[in-house]
């Protein structure tokens, strides 16, 4: 910490990183001066000007690569911790249970509601099951998903990196298994500080397994989204599921072991693209989470406040807001990419307000423009103003109309499908009656989960007669009933003939059902003929 | 380094590029990105000692896996050929007339016999199996068979062949007629021959010189015989053309086409599925109904 009564800079702290402020805080000294980043330039700012007899800082770093300093944050209670809670209990859950829920699909289809069978190429998600062709469902949730992404940060910030990301909530799971393991802050650090002895190894032993476990858990749980759950567990267990599976928990279980048991802030901060584009998707009425620097500054210990009444603001130098900080950063410096928007710090902060009797909120989501309006002495709107604007409107707009499309196609998609394409070489060909006949491949798809008789018919081309690879010649008429089996596409070789003197011309193929529900489909093509 | 400048909220220096006001700081990076780094230049290592990759004259390094593309591809290609091993061995104990029974053989049969034939057939009676009116190939994607379009009929001649130094060989000839008929004679059976398939109008001399010299091989009635390899006139396909000019060139000097007998070339699987490809293009006769509707032929053609 740039602490100007200090000989030199911490060890191998860079200023302002603030990760060993609990040091600063048992020596009863808080001489922090909260350097907020030209980015909330606020009239308040001014307070935070250096003393004159400061020297000026010339620390620069001497190294070109710094050791990643563990993170231990403390434990904390409140409504946003809460939340979390919350959050992290539904999307767990989500993720764990999905897999496990039936759906009766008859002997034709797997019983799972939700499976991507990759093997056949078919996307099942309860009611609905999605075939290859109709993939702009997949590519108009991940559009949904991206401008969904969009409206949340517009609205609220970062609130998909606190809450909702996998990164966030696994981080969130190992930094709870740590707390329960090792105990709360400053009994891990004393831990990660001790040498290593056999206490130690099995301490750590054991908590790395707990982490590979619950690794194991996350890759183990995505590749039932793939396979017929029972049985691939069974399987799984028995070795006898695929390599690929193995794979797949494999390489997931280290990313997850990594990730979420090593890495976790880094990836917020050097590995996601995200928090480089959020910016772009946020403005002065976006929601945050802000420490109001008028408000707190110039900090000041509860002791020095009582002896000069009046010259303090409400921060106490505490640093609670640093120790629960999952990512380790000092809110107090200002917006920050490190900032993932959990809200935490709001908690500790609201809970010192309470115990030194100042109203809550000196750290708070809170946009740009309310806080240069509190600082110039106004009042802040409240915060559901934020999230009602032309901008998020616009993204809930688009966000609607694509939702509503997709529901549209939804329902009137048709469960049969015929395509068409009629052979090139030769074009047509002389029966020896004289007649001139085409032939073509027809693919007749049947979505359902049940057989289907269907009606081929032709639909113009005066005389001409159908048949297949499957009805002889002799059997040649203008339409056929024809047995498509549940949930496949059949391939059928047709044969169309005209009689002698057809001209050149276009007809049309037509599919229909007279089942429980009717559909049809039909398709144009050509019929060749010879020129003379 | 005299003027460093250094950032004030975050003292940290500046690294002196500045773009639209906002300016770069010298942060110092994660060491994990060096370990990372260093963990690339070690996996890149192993892989040149492990795979082939440094270029030397003739060819690179070979690397201590032993690994090729050639190679990998050459195992891929038994693997390949195993899996067929069996389908072929299945194809080669069912009766030809059976293979539809199994949609999965009939499957491999269709698929084997299509690559066959692009191979061995197609220089004659095209890629898409038309034939060529000019030069005499049949077309075989229609329904006149001038030897039999049933399965084994079709079997047979993909195996001996027509017109070939081969015992079991479709052996048939015209003669020619050069000298036979003077030009209105000529004229008139010309005439009568069209109007077999309603070309023309019927011609009595033609009639009398076709039944005297042609109804023997080509029937009564212009029906053919597919014995001889006779072919059918009363119908619209012509092999060498229904015009007068062709229909007069080919009784006055007849051409008369050969196709290899592909048993010492092709083993008895590729001509089973050759066979069941050639059916499959749209002409292809039942085999049921063959023996009622010629049963002479049947017992003629295979002694
Ligand atoms: S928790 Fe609140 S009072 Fe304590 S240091 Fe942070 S901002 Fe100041
Ligand atoms: S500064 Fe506050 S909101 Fe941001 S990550 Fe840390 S605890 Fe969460």
């Known amino acids: 910490m740039s602490n ?97 829920i039936r759906w009766d699909r008859g002997p034709y289809a797997p019983d799972q509601a939700v499976l991507v069978d990759l093997a056949n190429r078919r996307f099942f998600m309860f009611g609905i099951e999605i075939w290859p062709h109709e993939f702009y469902f997949v590519a108009g949730l991940l559009i949904m998903a991206g401008i969904g992404l969009f409206l949340v940060t517009s609205a609220v910030g970062r609130a998909w990196c606190g809450y909702a990301c996998p990164q966030t909530v696994w981080t969130d799971l190992y930094q709870h ?52 759950a029972p049985t691939l567990f069974r399987d799984f267990f028995t070795l006898q599921a695929d390599p690929i599976a193995y794979a797949t928990v494999a390489i997931l279980t280290a990313t997850t072991f990594t990730l979420g048991g090593f890495m976790r802030e880094q990836v917020c901060i050097y590995m996601c693209p995200w928090p480089r584009i959020q910016t772009a998707m946020m403005d002065e009425h976006s929601l945050m989470v802000t420490y109001k620097d008028w408000r707190g500054e110039p900090r000041g210990s509860v002791k020095k406040a009582q002896k000069n009444p009046g010259r303090y603001g409400d921060c106490i130098d505490c640093t609670e807001c640093v120790q629960v900080c999952p990512t380790g950063i000092d809110i ?62 616009v993204y809930l707009g688009v966000w609607s109309a694509i939702g509503l499309a997709l529901l549209f196609a939804l329902g009137t998609r048709t469960r049969l499908d015929l395509t068409v394409s009629p052979d090139r ?87 229909t059902t007279s089942d429980r529900q009717p559909e049809a489909d039909r398709s144009e093509t050509r019929f060749d003929a010879p020129e003379d | ?47 040149v000692i492990a795979y082939p990759a440094l270029p030397m004259i003739s060819k690179a390094t070979e690397g201590l896996l032993g690994w090729s593309s050639r190679g990998q591809l050459a195992e891929e290609i038994s693997l390949a050929d195993q899996a067929r091993l069996s389908v072929n061995e299945r194809i080669a104990v069912t009766d030809i007339e059976k293979l539809s029974a199994d949609p999965e053989l009939l499957q491999s049969a269709l698929g084997g016999g299509a690559a066959a034939f692009k191979v061995n057939c197609v220089q004659c009676h095209g890629s898409g199996a038309a034939g060529n009116q000019e030069l005499g190939y049949p ?70 010189a076709y039944a005297d010299n042609c109804a023997i091989c080509h029937g009564p009635v212009g029906e053919g015989d597919r014995t ?60 049921v109904e063959l023996p009622e509707e010629e049963p002479a032929a049947e017992v003629d053609e295979q002694p």
């Open chain 1, 332 to 393: 107090r410096e200002g917006p920050q990419i490190g900032c993932i928007t959990c809200a935490l710090c709001i908690d500790a902060c609201d809970r010192v307000m309470k115990d030194i009797g100042r109203p809550r909120g000196l750290i708070d989501y809170a946009t740009l423009e309310d806080c240069e309006r509190e600082a110039a002495g106004g009042h802040a709107r409240p915060a559901w103003k934020a999230l009602l604007r032309p901008r998020t409107l």
């Open chain 2, 139 to 208: 077309n075989l994607n229609d329904d006149d068979w001038i030897w039999g379009g049933d399965l084994t009929a079709i079997e047979y001649t993909v195996t001996h062949g027509i017109r070939q130094p081969d015992a079991d060989e479709r052996q048939g000839a015209m003669p020619a007629f050069e000298g036979m008929f003077d030009r209105d004679q000529l004229a008139s059976l010309v005439q009568h021959v069209q109007s077999l398939s309603g070309r023309a109008d019927p011609d009595p001399i033609g009639a009398q």
């Open chain 1, 177 to 228: 298994i740590d707390r329960l393991i090792d105990g709360d802050r400053n009994a891990r650090a004393r831990l990660d500080k001790a040498p290593w002895g056999p206490a130690k190894i099995a301490r750590r032993g054991f908590k790395w397994l707990i982490y590979l476990l619950i690794a194991f858990a996350t890759g183990g749980a995505w590749i039932l989204y793939f396979a017929d």
């Open chain 1, 4 to 100: 100007p009564d200090a000989p030199g800079p911490g060890p191998g702290g860079k200023p302002g990183d603030g990760r060993d402020w609990s040091v600063v805080v048992e020596d009863g000294i808080a001489k922090t001066n909260a350097p907020v980043s030209s980015a909330v330039a606020s009239p308040g700012a001014a307070t935070r000007r250096h003393e004159p007899h400061e020297p000026p800082r010339t620390h620069l770093p001497e190294k070109l690569y710094e050791k990643r300093k563990q993170v231990h944050n403390k434990r904390i209670d409140g409504p946003f911790r809460r939340f979390k809670w919350l959050v992290m209990l539904v999307t767990l859950g989500i993720y764990y249970l999905t897999p496990w």
């Open chain 2, 1 to 47: 380094m005299a003027n460093k400048r250094i950032d004030e909220p975050t003292g940290t220096e500046y690294v002196g590029h500045e773009w639209d006001g906002i300016e770069e700081l010298n942060t110092p990076l994660p060491r994990w990105w060096l370990w990372t780094f260093y963990a690339t230049v070690v996996w890149a290592i192993g892989y």
């Open chain 1, 425 to 511: 070489n030769p074009p047509f060909m002389l029966l020896s009656d004289g007649s001139v006949r085409n032939s073509y491949t027809l693919k007749l798809r049947n979505m359902t989960q049940t057989p289907r008789t269907m009606e081929l018919a032709i639909e113009g081309l005066e005389g001409g007669r159908i048949w297949t690879d499957t009805i002889p010649l002799t059997e040649a008429a203008r339409r056929h009933t024809l047995e498509v089996p549940a949930d496949e596409t059949r391939t059928v070789r047709a044969y169309v003939a005209a009689p002698a003197g057809t001209r050149q011309q276009d007809f049309a193929f037509t599919l």
């Open chain 2, 228 to 287: 001889l390899g006779a072919p059918r006139l009363n119908d619209a396909i012509w092999l060498r053309g229904g015009s007068a000019d062709a229909i007069r060139a080919q009784i006055l000097n007849p051409k008369m086409g050969a196709m290899p007998g592909w048993k010492d070339r092709l083993d008895p699987v590729t001509i089973k599925m050759l066979t069941v490809y050639v059916h499959s293009l749209g002409g292809g006769e039942d085999f």
